[in-house]
């Protein structure tokens, strides 16, 4: 089904919580007339959405795919340089929405504003097909690419979502950004399916807490963002009633995965990305709830093998995980290459239940003095110490080791030290597995989606290791 198809339906059924639901089906109409009037001149432009405001946002966005014309996804927080990173990368016809927000920022760049519409351009820049949705991502690396969609994938996403969970009608509260997957699947979920939509704000969680019945509601959260929630006792008893709380974007580590048991919160642990049309793997929270630590079934509308170098594996072998899914993006743009099959970075293993468990990425792995050492456990008993409101883990390249294991880490308090979390982490880790270097920060590189920046982390320790003279080797 076509995008305005669901629009009458959902409109009828006042879906929209916070927002008129009929105000937002005239905002589509009044793009979508935007659009027409430019396709009627011979246009096709490429579309770069800059729209702050959530439901202009949504409203923009059902109105491009309704006219099929090729929208690129991106955050209006973006600073100057990310910006040239895009505009480089797209090279847009038209910046649709608040383009103030990325011509004033850069005074050379010429105005491509809906009043100034420069089609030329598309002469010179990469070509985009009709119908395609591009959707930023910046991985672990920061470098900003865009996965190429369209509506059939990201229907297929929702339409797994359906079976996997047996529901028919999807509820949203949605604390994620829009242009990112993570949100926007939210939106599409309800959208479609006839559920409602709640989109608030993370920072101003608390005061719409009464708006809703949480248990007829889906959320989306990230770890950070659980872990924050789990610290006041009002926040965590009204996540214990929602239907589910969909937990992804970055690894959540095993203690805060224990105190949300211990809330008898209804997690589901999730594993997915931009490239999928977010999960594609998910822990029920039932299974959660009986102390299952794993990211779960596949979903049907995908299906995950391991490899090894061409060999797939059986159960329970470790290897590089591979995705084939109906949600699979075509590419990245400006070149689709995907085919069927996508190949990832990340490690792991399916069990003899089909269940898929996650290691660690093969690009993060450290190898010292022989031995393979994978960030994410080194991190999860760092947290078990207690001793740390955040830690991230990296290898830096050493003439004796190879690499040294190097922890980056908020304490929670001033009396927390590096030989403190050594005696702490003692007995919790191997020898060649406990960090080297252990280095006190303010904060942390993290997306909005929780996800270290693993460049600039990187940048951090080097720039920390510049300003000493000890040799690991002597430690």
């Not at 309800?190 to 248990?215: C, H, Q, W, Y």
């Not at 029920?284 to 299906?303: E, T, W």
């Not at 880490?409 to 005696?423: E, Q, T, V």
Request: glycine share 6%; charged share 20%.
């Amino acid at each position: 089904m076509l995008p305005l198809t669901y629009l009458p339906h959902q409109t009828a059924n006042d879906w929209l919580g916070g927002c008129d639901s009929e105000k937002f089906a005239e905002l589509v109409t009044q793009f979508l007339a935007e659009l027409h009037s430019l396709k009627a001149s011979g246009n096709l432009p490429k579309l770069l959405l800059v729209e702050p405001d959530p439901i202009r946002f949504l409203a923009r966005f059902i109105a491009a795919c309704s006219a099929n014309y090729p929208v690129f996804l991106s955050n209006p927080g973006w600073v100057k340089a990310e910006w040239e990173q895009v505009l480089s990368l797209v090279q847009p016809d038209l910046i649709w929405g608040e383009a103030d927000r990325v011509t004033c920022s850069l005074p050379a760049f010429p105005d491509i504003s809906l009043k100034n519409l420069t089609p030329s351009l598309t002469t010179e820049s990469h070509h985009a097909q009709s119908g395609w949705i591009m959707i930023p991502t910046g991985g672990s690396s920061g470098k900003i690419r865009f996965a190429i969609h369209t509506w059939q994938t990201l229907m297929a996403a929702v339409q797994g979502f359906q079976q996997y969970f047996q529901t028919n009608q999807i509820n949203s509260f949605c604390v994620l950004p829009l242009y990112h997957v993570s949100g926007l699947m939210q939106f599409l979920r309800s959208f479609t399916t006839g559920g409602n939509l709640v989109i608030v704000p993370f920072k101003a969680i608390e005061r719409e807490m009464r708006e809703i019945d949480p248990a007829e509601f889906f959320i989306s959260l990230v770890p950070t963002q659980l872990q924050r929630l789990l610290h006041d006792s009002h926040s965590s008893d009204w996540l214990t009633q929602f239907h589910t709380v969909l937990l992804g974007g970055a690894p959540a580590w095993a203690e805060l995965l224990q105190v949300a048991r211990k809330h008898q919160i209804r997690l589901a642990p999730t594993y997915g990305m931009t490239e999928t049309a977010a999960q594609i793997a998910t822990l029920k929270p039932d299974q959660f709830l009986a102390n299952q630590s794993h990211c779960g079934k596949v979903l049907p509308h995908a299906r995950i093998t391991i490899w090894d170098a061409n060999l797939p594996l059986g159960a329970n072998q470790l290897g590089q995980i591979t995705v084939q899914a109906d949600s699979l993006a075509l590419g990245y743009y400006p070149e689709p290459g995907f085919g069927e099959t996508f190949r990832l970075d990340d490690l792991g293993f399916l069990d003899e239940q089909g269940e898929l468990h996650v290691v660690g990425r093969n690009n993060d792995k450290i190898i010292t003095g022989g031995e393979n050492v994978f960030p994410i456990e080194v991190e999860a008993a760092i947290r078990a110490t207690e001793c740390v409101a955040d830690v991230a883990v990296l290898g830096l390249n050493d003439r004796h080791w190879g690499q040294v294991i190097t922890a980056v880490y908020i304490p929670k308090n001033s009396a927390i030290s590096a030989d403190s979390l050594r005696l702490a982490l003692s007995d919790r880790l191997s020898k060649f597995k406990q960090p080297k270097y252990w280095i006190d920060v303010k904060s942390l590189p993290r997306n909005a989606q929780g996800k270290i920046n693993r460049e600039q982390l990187r940048q951090i320790a080097v720039d920390w290791l510049a300003t000493r003279s000890t040799d690991p080797a002597s430690e």
